[in-house]
Every structure is written in structure tokens, then in C-alpha cells.
């Protein structure tokens, strides 16, 4: 039953970073959601990077899509732990760049909480 839970929260990680990056190259000023202060979305030297992010977004969420459908339950459980590295690192930065608290620990920081809560039920089951 946990794994089922799991898997469905992995999938809808997956989704939503898909989402997320989808957004990011079609709608920039998206990234104001991020947290940095200050960003300026209209910058075509930003957009350029954030671009850059939107794609790996994307890729990241494809992954995790593919592991589900195709890879143990372990080894899903391992990547969403490795991955549980880049919500935390974005929290770190935001925090870093002096941006809403809010942001730090309930996006980034709540998001990288849940993936660390899903790769430890993938893993013990």
C-alpha cells in the first residue's frame, strides 16, 4: 500500500516538474516564483539561463516518469533520494539570494522533504 502512495507521489513530482520547466521556457516571468529578489525575467541574458534550468526540469521529471514505468521500486527510491538534492540546493539558493522565507522552506524546502519521504518508503518496502 506505501509503495503504491509513493509511487503516485513520485509520479506527480515528475508531472510537476515537467510542468514547472514547461512553464519556465514559455513563460518566463514564471521564475519570479522561484524567489530570488529581484529577477529580471525580461533580461534575455536570464532567459537564456533559465532556459537552460527549464530543459533540465523537464529531463528530470521525464526520469522520474521513465523509473516508474520501468525500473524497480529500489531503484526509483534511489534516484528521488539523489534528487531530493536539487529542491534543497534551490532552497539553499534562494535563502542565500535573501529571498522569501516562505519560499525557502515551504516551496523548496517542503518539496525536498516529500521526495526525501518518498525515496525512504520506495527503499523499504
Known amino acids: 500500500m506505501l509503495v503504491n502512495v509513493a509511487n503516485v507521489l513520485a509520479g506527480l513530482i515528475g508531472v510537476g516538474i515537467i510542468v514547472i520547466g514547461t512553464l519556465a521556457l514559455w513563460a518566463p516571468r514564471a521564475a519570479t516564483g522561484f524567489g530570488i529578489p529581484g529577477t529580471r525575467t525580461e533580461d534575455r541574458t536570464f532567459q537564456a539561463w533559465l532556459s537552460v534550468k527549464a530543459v533540465r526540469?523537464?529531463?528530470?521529471?521525464?526520469?522520474?516518469?521513465?523509473?516508474?514505468?520501468?525500473?524497480?521500486?529500489?531503484?526509483l527510491g534511489w534516484f528521488m533520494?539523489?534528487?531530493?538534492?536539487?529542491?534543497?540546493?534551490?532552497?539553499?539558493?534562494?535563502?542565500?539570494?535573501?529571498?522569501?522565507?516562505?519560499?525557502?522552506?515551504?516551496?523548496?524546502?517542503?518539496?525536498?522533504?516529500?521526495?526525501?519521504?518518498?525515496s525512504v518508503l520506495l527503499l523499504v518496502s
Open 57 to 75: 526540469d523537464i529531463a528530470s521529471g521525464i526520469f522520474i516518469l521513465i523509473l516508474l514505468a520501468g525500473a524497480t521500486t529500489h531503484l
Open 81 to 118: 533520494l539523489a534528487a531530493a538534492g536539487i529542491p534543497a540546493g534551490d532552497a539553499l539558493i534562494v535563502w542565500r539570494s535573501n529571498g522569501p522565507k516562505a519560499t525557502v522552506y515551504g516551496v523548496h524546502g517542503a518539496t525536498a522533504l516529500v521526495m526525501l519521504a518518498i
